[in-house]
């Protein structure tokens, strides 16, 4: 039988409603949650590990760091055939995107939580980790980086982000459905898994900063950053990655800093394209030596800068921005 390593972080997963302030916080323990999974015996052998209770909006990128480094501690062993993580979703999409580009195996992890706590009717905790065990032990999940798994339904970490602040399928990949689902107990697979870098990261800065274009925005923002000294700006910048003309004069200033300037959209879906010259344009940008990341959200764009900046092997920032669509 296959053995799974079910690591539990916190996250509503792990919530119960405290009668006195009338709201969820965390309460459940490990194995108070696996003994709702009824019947994943007959599955996979279950290691249980607490790592923490946190809800998501108190995860840091350093608790990023540790859970990479302990989740490679147990790909690395020869029993442990897969890893289920629990998170909060509401930064899930961040961590499971810092795992699948900082932990190289052929492995399956699975990252999981709950949109309802287990006060609520219809906590979804316990069905979303007997799938993700299930997925954990499939052999058609192998190879295919770290997995989000909702509801059902099966997302690359790479590709996945919270679309719904309450609905129970809360994560969607933009352009595209899910790549599989867990359905019966068992996994199918609609679409491969785009490979990419793995970046070996030691220690971490996450002196990068996420900047979301709106009309008429100055350059304020940008010289705030650069004057405090961060290393990367990603900027969600408007439509096909475009900028007000206000904004021009500080990312010119960045980039003479030798600063990184990523630019994403804000659009939920479609990708960044130097199709526009005017001033603030996508393509006066683009010459000017920002770097686009075609389809994604400004906050996994962030992730990935911060990454690729901390990578212990010195890496050419421009190679990891390269051929960085998730269009197939
Ligand atoms: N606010 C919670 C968290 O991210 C939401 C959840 O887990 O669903 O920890």
Redo the contacts with the bound molecule.
Sequence with gaps: MKKVAVVFN????S?KVDERIKAAVPSLTGEEIMSMVTGIEEFAEIESHSFSS????HITIQNMLELSKFIKSLVDREDIDGVVLT??????EETAYFLDLTIDTEKVIVVT???RSSSELGYDGPFNLATSICTAISEEAKGRGVLVCFNGELSSAADVTKANSMALNAFKTPNFGPIGIVDNNKVLFYRKTKKHKVYYVESINDEVALIKCVVGMSSDYINYFIDKGYKGIVIEALGRGNVPPSMVAGIKRALNNNIPVVIVSRCFEGRVYESYGYEGGGKMLKDLGVFFEESMPGQKARIKLIVALSSSKRIDIRESFKNNTNIM
Aim: hydrophobic share 30%; charged share 10%.
């Design positions: 916190g996250g509503t997963i919530m946190k809800p998501s909006p998170h909060g979703t509401d930064t899930l939580g709950a949109m």
